[in-house]
């Protein structure tokens, strides 16, 4: 038997371990890091220019901070240590301490797994009241195990927990502050129980059946988990996935066919054969972390069973360093690549609060919005999605809940919302073939499915390995370059030129709203290097900034690419080694771009007009030549409300209101855009 890899887990809380789960005895090594992570830059360390670019490791209360210094952070570290070796199996003291003192780096990195705990919100929530003012403490954590050779998180758990109380007003702060330690304690005892239930790690074995084009044929591939990236056996690397084998390239060794090729697995195999969404946030709410709102997403992603979440160790590399006792380490092998990227951007928009039409019940309205674009590999957006919290509550006398909780629950809400709806989403892989092949190949593609400007691997079909029909194999890749009248013209994106042939296969993406044209389109940027906006009428419409982009990629049609994705990625590079091949990380030039419009007038008659549509400029800037534009025009009448209401109240209505009705008018005038071909 080879060596082992390790495949994904993620959300593991809603994940059941599969039959034949490892015992104590043959589970992997686990060196749990002495520490508590994620405040490298919350509130208690972070910069303005973390704050400004939306860095924020973990929502924290400032008037935490003195409570979770170094010293603090090593005692729930060393508190963390004990948990782990009293739950799971296979904890060791040292890293590595099992191995021979003489082990290599690589081997120590390759034997031993990485346990970590992350603290991604503590806050202070208040409700003042006629008696008492109660108190909230919220706190989320989550344990991380990651394979220190690759950075991959082979399992994640985490477990949010509020506790409360009442106390005199003047004393809430110190009375929270002071509960915070042993809340911390207790919800980590109880996060290292849970997860250790659903920790039960298993082997998959698979036989290499055949050889073709330099590659591996093994039985095994989607049907057992496995995805394009994953690594397997000494030194394989799966190349192609089809539903019941899979192609493997190694660097040095030589598998002879009949051997078995293994590598290890935190999950069943049903949940690892999902496709692989990372998810990136572009825009978060004031006073919210990246990380605690990606938790949101991926549980309730994973938790609908059509995909599975791809999550990322923010302190991947310092936990090498620690786990090594090394300034540095060997370079990380690259760990599986995901199938889709979904970059998110949240708004939590400002509350309501207005008399209703009973005596002494105050109407309280809270409302947040989630807007995602679904990339695939190559980098284009095939799918755009809006999720929605929305909460409205009945006040009477002081029964009512805190607002940041009601908030907090609104955005959670939000991203659940946005998750269902991705999951939702069933694109289906198709082909089409090559109608010519040599350095500038023409592919056949008579439904018109495939755009411009995209990265794509071609495949070939070898017959007669194993009694199965055909098989596929990777044989290079290409970049579609100009529409013909036989097809699509391509070149060859490789390294070095491969021979191609009339007949080998382009994998195709089909799923959401059909192109309707082929040609390639980014936001456009002004003159200063911002998303351009074009923003007329004196009223802002405060999630129009985030929604703008939904509309044109939901409506338009086209081959949409995200211009700021590779600088989002970037920062990614090293938990993902082959990223600078990967093309949705590879940036572009556009040679279109678009520029959303808005504009809402007070109408004479009262309420407003509203105007939105999308132009369109040759080039990557608004500087560009103008090449099309439209857009829709409708009368908003705002919601009704008391007279007396308060003016922070009508306005915060008034943006409920707006997204309402604009979203909907902006995907029909993206629609309605004369594109051409």
């Known amino acids: 038997m080879r060596g082992h890899g390790w495949l994904l887990a993620a959300g593991a809380a809603a994940l059941l371990p599969p039959a034949g789960a490892a015992r104590a005895q043959d589970a992997p090594h686990i060196w749990a890091a002495p520490g508590l992570y994620g405040l490298e830059r919350s509130a208690c360390a972070a910069t303005a220019e973390d704050q400004a670019e939306g860095l924020v490791t973990a929502t924290i209360d400032p008037a935490f901070c003195s409570l979770l210094d170094e010293g603090a952070r090593q005692r729930v570290g060393a508190r963390f240590a004990e948990a782990m070796a009293a739950h799971f199996p296979q904890v060791e003291g040292r890293f590595a301490e099992s191995l021979p003192l003489d082990a290599t780096v690589a081997a120590r990195l390759a034997h031993t797994l990485v346990a970590s705990l992350r603290l991604s919100r503590a806050q202070m929530w208040r409700v003042d009241k006629p008696v008492g003012t109660d108190g909230y403490l919220p706190l989320t954590l989550?344990?991380?195990?990651?394979?220190?050779?690759?950075?991959?998180?082979?399992?994640?758990?985490?477990?949010?927990?509020i506790a409360q109380g009442t106390w005199a007003p003047e004393a809430v702060a110190g009375e929270i502050a002071a509960r915070l330690p042993d809340q911390l304690d207790a919800t980590m005892q109880r996060l290292v129980a849970d997860a250790a239930a659903t920790w039960q790690p298993w082997v998959q074995q698979m036989r290499v059946i055949g050889r073709?084009?330099?590659?591996?044929?093994?039985?095994?591939?989607?049907?057992?988990?496995?995805?394009?990236?994953?690594?397997?056996?000494?030194?394989?690397?799966?190349?192609?996935?089809?539903?019941?084998?899979?192609?493997?390239?190694?660097?040095?060794?030589?598998?002879?066919?009949?051997?078995?090729?293994?590598?290890?697995?935190?999950?069943?195999?049903?949940?690892?054969?999902?496709?692989?969404?990372?998810?990136?946030?572009?825009?978060?709410?004031?006073?919210?972390?990246i990380p605690y709102l990606q938790q949101i997403f991926g549980e309730e992603?994973?938790?609908?069973?059509?995909?599975?979440?791809?999550?990322?160790?923010?302190?991947?590399?310092?936990?090498?360093?620690?786990?090594?006792?090394?300034?540095?380490?060997?370079?990380?092998?690259?760990?599986?690549?995901?199938?889709?990227?979904?970059?998110?951007?949240?708004?939590?928009?400002?509350?309501?609060?207005?008399?209703?039409?009973?005596?002494?019940?105050?109407?309280?309205?809270?409302?947040?919005?989630?807007?995602?674009?679904?990339?695939?590999?190559?980098?284009?957006?095939?799918?755009?999605?809006?999720?929605?919290?929305?909460?409205?509550?009945?006040?009477?006398?002081?029964?009512?809940?805190?607002?940041?909780?009601?908030?907090?629950?609104?955005?959670?809400?939000?991203?659940?919302?946005?998750?269902?709806r991705i999951g939702a989403f069933r694109p289906e892989t198709g082909f089409v073939e090559l109608a010519d092949g040599g350095d500038a190949?023409?592919?056949?593609?008579?439904?018109?499915?495939?755009?411009?400007?995209?990265?794509?691997?071609?495949?070939?079909?070898?017959?007669?390995?194993?009694?199965?029909?055909?098989?596929?194999?990777?044989?290079?890749?290409?970049?579609?370059?100009?529409?013909?009248?036989?097809?699509?013209?391509?070149?060859?994106?490789?390294?070095?030129?491969?021979?191609?042939?009339?007949?080998?296969?382009?994998?195709?993406?089909?799923?959401?709203?059909?192109?309707?044209?082929?040609?390639?389109?980014?936001?456009?940027?002004?003159?200063?290097?911002?998303?351009?906006?074009?923003?007329?009428?004196?009223?802002?419409?405060?999630?129009?900034?985030?929604?703008?982009e939904l509309g044109f990629a939901g409506g338009a049609g086209v081959a949409l690419f995200d211009g700021d994705l590779p600088a989002r990625l970037a920062g990614l590079g090293v938990e993902f080694g082959e990223w600078k091949d990967f093309p949705a990380a590879t940036a572009r030039d556009p040679q279109e771009c678009f520029t959303p419009v808005i504009g809402i007038v007070p109408a004479a008659a009262g309420g407003y007009d509203l105007t939105v549509g999308y132009t369109l400029f040759g080039g990557g800037t608004i500087a560009g030549a103008k090449l099309a534009g439209g857009g829709l025009q409708s009368l908003l009448t705002p919601s009704r409300m008391p007279a007396d209401a308060p003016a922070e109240a009508v306005s915060a209505m008034l943006q409920f209101d707006l997204v309402e009705q604009v979203l909907p008018l902006a995907l029909k005038a993206a629609g309605g855009l004369s594109l051409g071909d």
């Open 441 to 548: 190949p023409l592919i056949a593609d008579p439904g018109g499915v495939l755009p411009l400007g995209a990265q794509m691997p071609v495949l070939r079909r070898v017959s007669g390995i194993d009694g199965r029909r055909d098989v596929l194999v990777p044989v290079g890749d290409i970049r579609t370059l100009a529409a013909e009248p036989a097809g699509i013209r391509a070149a060859q994106a490789g390294l070095g030129q491969v021979g191609l042939r009339r007949g080998d296969l382009v994998p195709t993406l089909r799923g959401g709203p059909p192109l309707r044209s082929r040609r390639a389109l980014m936001r456009c940027r002004g003159a200063d290097g911002a998303l351009a906006l074009d923003t007329r009428g004196g009223v802002a419409m405060t999630a129009w900034p985030m929604a703008a």
């Open 142 to 161: 989550t344990l991380d195990v990651t394979d220190g050779a690759t950075g991959e998180v082979v399992f994640s758990h985490t477990r949010s927990e």
């Open 301 to 420: 992603l994973a938790r609908g069973g059509q995909y599975m979440p791809v999550p990322v160790n923010p302190a991947f590399s310092r936990l090498r360093t620690l786990a090594l006792e090394e300034a540095q380490a060997p370079p990380a092998p690259a760990r599986s690549l995901p199938d889709f990227i979904a970059t998110l951007q949240i708004v939590a928009l400002p509350s309501a609060a207005f008399a209703s039409n009973v005596p002494g019940v105050m109407i309280e309205r809270h409302e947040a919005h989630a807007f995602a674009t679904l990339a695939d590999r190559s980098g284009r957006i095939v799918g755009a999605f809006h999720g929605t919290g929305r909460i409205t509550d009945e006040v009477a006398g002081d029964m009512r809940h805190s607002v940041q909780q009601r908030r907090d629950t609104a955005v959670r809400n939000a991203l659940n919302d946005l998750a269902d």
């Open 212 to 289: 073709a084009e330099d590659a591996l044929i093994i039985d095994g591939g989607r049907d057992r988990g496995l995805r394009v990236g994953d690594s397997i056996g000494t030194d394989g690397r799966v190349t192609w996935v089809g539903p019941d084998y899979a192609a493997v390239r190694t660097v040095l060794s030589r598998p002879e066919i009949g051997e078995v090729l293994s590598r290890r697995a935190a999950s069943p195999a049903t949940s690892l054969a999902r496709p692989a969404v990372l998810p990136v946030i572009a825009a978060v709410p004031p006073g919210y972390a």
